[in-house]
């Protein structure tokens, strides 16, 4: 059984930083690309940044480049998004998301975790 687990949000002020984990079991991590995606009140789901299986590649959104930064560690089956200069913006559920390409997408989503951004 495939479990995605996010852990590391909460409230904090503007200015300030988190970082999420995200911890996948049941699959080979080292083979799934990484991504964490968020969603705000009466928004749609976004894109936040993503990962390579083997690190070599990361993409973010515009709005939070130069603030977050996506990483892994394959050895412990758990990616990260450190997340600096947070703003009210910012506030949302952020998910994870595991995915692998063998012919058809396989992906697998956790349960979110809540960041609030707010003084």
């Known amino acids: 059984q495939v479990h995605v687990v996010e852990s590391g949000g909460g409230l904090v002020q503007p200015g300030g930083s988190l970082r999420l984990s995200c911890e996948v079991s049941?699959?080979?991590?080292?083979?799934?690309?990484i991504s964490w995606y968020r969603q705000a009140p009466g928004k749609e789901r976004e894109l936040v940044a993503g990962?390579?299986?083997?690190?070599?590649?990361?993409v973010y959104a515009d709005s939070v480049k130069g603030r977050f930064t996506i990483s892994r560690d394959n050895a412990k089956n758990t990616a990260y998004l450190q997340m600096n200069s947070l703003k009210p913006e910012d506030t949302a559920v952020y998910y994870c998301?595991?995915?692998?390409?063998?012919?058809?997408?396989?992906?697998?989503w956790g349960q979110g975790t809540q960041v609030t951004v707010s003084s």
């Open positions: 990962i390579t299986t083997v690190a070599d590649r990361t």
């Open positions: 049941g699959v080979t991590f080292s083979r799934y690309r």
């Open positions: 998301n595991a995915v692998l390409f063998m012919g058809s997408y396989v992906d697998y």
